[in-house]
């Protein structure tokens, strides 16, 4: 590559990386500020905290753009905890600073990597818990009432609330709810539907001369380091809310990371991740400041607008602190309305809609899982509820594999199959390859077997042959059709041996044999091997 060449290719980097800071930033004034105020910690406290955690985990992290900053789920146990603590920040920010210093301890061991053995029911009811959560909290602010501190008390008073609402704070959110969910997708790609609302609404109400409540004050000046709550009794009346703190901000932080690997084609180095956060999440703790972790939506949004390195996620920050320092009087006059109706469309996101669409074709247990941590998280305790249901599913996976559990006759692998691809390997040169899903094919062993069939080059058509009657849940579902997107990406054509008619329905219910084409699924390799050899004749 020449020189010319190569500032080129740095200037393009640089470019995708100011956009996707750029539009990154958009998404997440608008959501810091909600969040800080739906925590207690105040609009500047949930601005400057996005601004602190994205700077310094975007500095220390892995060299992917992952933008940081507090999300739905560590909005909701942040809010749980400040409700218990007495809305006491000393103490709220011991708690984050137990939190990182756990994230910290986390990164060093092989913990980062136990996230992927959680089962996808347990992901889904506890998302979609908190995105239900989000939601019915916000009815109150939305109808000009302060926020109540539980999902319960806001249902049991909802009756009382909407006989006094304030028409106009109800006017006010209507629009803006009808603003974030109505503006096309195609026009939501370059501006999102959330700053559109932010800011036509804000200056609305101020037009109008709405009686609504409004943030009212935001300190454009660097936050002060707060004075922490050292005593021992209270430190352990405190690790409690720290382990839930850093359970969920690891978490989230490594189902972004995993994201970002799958859209960017890379991997990652999760301990690095966890440690960048915990750093960024102590100094946070430190300053007063809201927490929070790798943000899945706000990353998405940095890599489709270009961006390749981790400098986005330190443009991002320094954008917001521009908009922060000539935009706070508009700021302070932002409607708590205004807010709560961002929310409540952020809580409509966080909601699983893709398993909602294939929920009647999943199996029993999955759904037992699925309503048992949904019902736990809305109503009771969120920790508990992820601890309930990867209780819940272990013990029922037990149960599966006990009840099948029996000696099986099996006859000795076909050498005439073997030997045919062998044939195909020294022939073809890796043109035809055909790979043997074999065992329990679930969650745990996904990213396994994803891994495995990232080094395709060269290859032209490749033939999966699952060859167990294992009928399949619907975490090995999406795995499945993970795997088949990133092979179908490398422009790989894809072909089936199910061998189980019920694994076809199953495949065929959940669109999987749609997504690949109906006339490349076969019974036996042997078609699929001819069929292979004749696309290649044709192309």
Same mark, same amino acid.
């Given at each position: 590559?020449?020189?010319?060449?190569?500032? =080129?290719?740095?200037?393009?980097?640089?470019?995708?990386?100011?956009?996707?800071?750029?539009?990154?930033?958009?998404?997440?004034?608008?959501?810091?500020?909600?969040?800080?105020?739906?925590?207690?910690?105040?609009?500047?406290?949930?601005?400057?905290?996005?601004?602190?955690?994205?700077?310094?985990?975007?500095?220390?992290?892995?060299?992917?753009?992952?933008?940081?900053?507090?999300?739905?789920?560590?909005?909701?146990?942040?809010?749980?905890?400040?409700?218990?603590?007495?809305?006491?920040?000393?103490?709220?920010?011991?708690?984050?600073?137990?939190?990182?210093?756990?994230?910290?301890?986390?990164?060093?061991?092989?913990?980062?990597?136990?996230?992927?053995? /959680?089962?996808?029911? /347990?992901?889904?009811?506890?998302?979609?818990?908190?995105?239900?959560?989000?939601?019915?909290?916000?009815?109150?602010?939305?109808?000009? +009432?302060?926020?109540?501190?539980?999902? *319960?008390?806001?249902?049991?008073?909802? +009756? #009382?609330?909407?006989?006094?609402?304030?028409?106009?704070?109800?006017?006010?959110?209507?629009?803006?709810?009808?603003?974030?969910?109505?503006?096309? =997708?195609?026009?939501?790609?370059?501006?999102?539907?959330?700053?559109?609302?932010?800011?036509?609404?804000?200056?609305?109400?101020?037009?109008?001369?709405?009686?609504?409540? %409004?943030?009212?004050?935001?300190?454009?000046?660097?936050?002060?380091?707060?004075?922490?709550?050292?005593?021992?009794?209270?430190?352990?009346?405190?690790?409690?809310?720290?382990?839930?703190?850093?359970?969920?901000?690891?978490?989230?932080?490594?189902?972004?990371?995993?994201?970002?690997?799958?859209?960017? =084609?890379?991997? +990652?180095?999760?301990? %690095?991740?966890?440690?960048?956060?915990?750093?960024?999440?102590?100094?946070?703790?430190?300053?007063?400041?809201?927490?929070?972790?790798?943000?899945?939506? %706000?990353?998405?949004?940095?890599?489709?607008?270009?961006?390749?390195?981790?400098?986005?996620?330190?443009?991002?920050?320094?954008?917001?602190?521009?908009?922060?320092?000539?935009?706070?009087?508009?700021?302070?006059?932002?409607?708590?309305? *205004?807010?709560?109706?961002?929310?409540?469309?952020?809580?409509?996101?966080?909601?699983?809609?893709?398993?909602?669409? *294939?929920?009647?074709?999943?199996? %029993?247990? #999955?759904?037992?899982?699925? /309503?048992?941590?949904?019902?736990?998280?809305?109503?009771?305790?969120?920790?508990?509820?992820?601890?309930?249901?990867?209780?819940?599913?272990?013990?029922?996976?037990?149960?599966?594999?006990?009840?099948?559990?029996?000696?099986?006759?099996?006859?000795?692998?076909?050498?005439?199959?073997?030997?045919?691809?062998?044939?195909?390997?020294?022939?073809?040169?890796?043109?035809?390859?055909?790979? +043997?899903?074999?065992?329990?094919?679930?969650?745990?062993?996904?990213?396994?077997?994803?891994?495995?069939?990232?080094?395709?080059?060269?290859?032209?058509?490749?033939?999966?042959?699952?060859?167990?009657?294992?009928?399949?849940?619907?975490?090995?579902?999406?795995?499945?059709?993970?795997?088949?997107?990133?092979?179908?990406?490398?422009?790989? #054509?894809?072909?089936?041996?199910?061998?189980?008619?019920?694994?076809?329905?199953?495949?065929?219910?959940?669109?999987?044999?749609?997504?690949?084409?109906?006339?490349?699924?076969?019974?036996?390799?042997?078609?699929?091997?001819?069929?292979?050899?004749?696309?290649?004749?044709?192309?």
């Amino acid at each position: 590559m020449d020189f010319v060449s190569k500032i =080129k290719t740095k200037l393009n980097i640089l470019t995708g990386d100011i956009f996707g800071g750029i539009s990154s930033a958009i998404i997440t004034l608008p959501q810091a500020l909600a969040f800080g105020v739906a925590t207690g910690f105040g609009a500047g406290a949930g601005l400057w905290g996005a601004i602190i955690l994205c700077f310094i985990a975007g500095l220390c992290g892995p060299k992917v753009p992952l933008i940081s900053g507090a999300t739905g789920p560590v909005a909701i146990v942040i809010a749980s905890a400040m409700l218990a603590l007495n809305n006491n920040i000393a103490a709220a920010a011991t708690t984050m600073l137990l939190a990182a210093l756990l994230q910290l301890f986390a990164s060093a061991t092989n913990l980062p990597s136990m996230v992927k053995y /959680v089962p996808y029911p /347990v992901i889904s009811g506890f998302m979609n818990g908190v995105g239900i959560i989000i939601i019915i909290l916000q009815l109150n602010p939305l109808l000009g +009432h302060k926020t109540l501190p539980s999902t *319960v008390t806001t249902i049991m008073s909802l +009756h #009382d609330t909407i006989h006094s609402l304030n028409q106009s704070a109800l006017f006010i959110g209507l629009i803006t709810l009808f603003i974030v969910f109505g503006i096309p =997708k195609a026009i939501n790609k370059f501006v999102p539907s959330q700053i559109i609302a932010l800011i036509f609404c804000t200056w609305l109400s101020v037009k109008m001369g709405l009686n609504v409540d %409004r943030i009212s004050e935001i300190s454009a000046a660097f936050p002060s380091f707060v004075r922490l709550d050292l005593n021992i009794s209270h430190i352990i009346k405190y690790l409690p809310y720290a382990c839930m703190f850093a359970v969920v901000f690891s978490a989230e932080s490594m189902m972004t990371g995993l994201v970002s690997d799958s859209l960017t =084609k890379t991997r +990652h180095n999760p301990k %690095r991740l966890l440690a960048a956060q915990g750093i960024g999440n102590a100094v946070c703790a430190l300053t007063g400041t809201l927490g929070g972790s790798a943000a899945t939506m %706000r990353s998405v949004a940095a890599l489709n607008a270009g961006a390749t390195t981790k400098l986005c996620a330190v443009i991002n920050p320094l954008l917001l602190i521009i908009l922060l320092f000539k935009f706070s009087g508009f700021v302070a006059q932002i409607p708590l309305a *205004v807010l709560a109706a961002i929310l409540m469309k952020i809580g409509y996101d966080i909601i699983d809609v893709k398993l909602l669409k *294939v929920l009647k074709y999943a199996p %029993r247990d #999955d759904l037992y899982v699925l /309503v048992l941590v949904f019902l736990l998280t809305v109503f009771y305790n969120l920790i508990f509820a992820v601890g309930a249901g990867i209780t819940l599913a272990a013990l029922l996976y037990a149960k599966r594999v006990a009840d099948k559990a029996h000696l099986v006759e099996k006859t000795v692998y076909d050498e005439k199959t073997m030997e045919i691809e062998k044939t195909l390997e020294s022939d073809y040169h890796h043109k035809i390859r055909v790979v +043997h899903i074999s065992g329990q094919f679930f969650f745990g062993s996904a990213t396994q077997l994803i891994s495995k069939f990232e080094d395709m080059l060269g290859t032209k058509s490749l033939i999966i042959n699952y060859e167990s009657d294992e009928l399949l849940d619907i975490s090995a579902i999406f795995a499945l059709e993970d795997i088949i997107l990133r092979l179908q990406s490398q422009e790989i #054509d894809i072909i089936l041996v199910i061998k189980n008619e019920e694994v076809q329905k199953q495949l065929l219910n959940h669109g999987i044999l749609k997504q690949i084409g109906k006339e490349k699924v076969f019974y036996a390799e042997l078609e699929a091997i001819e069929y292979a050899k004749e696309q290649l004749r044709l192309s």
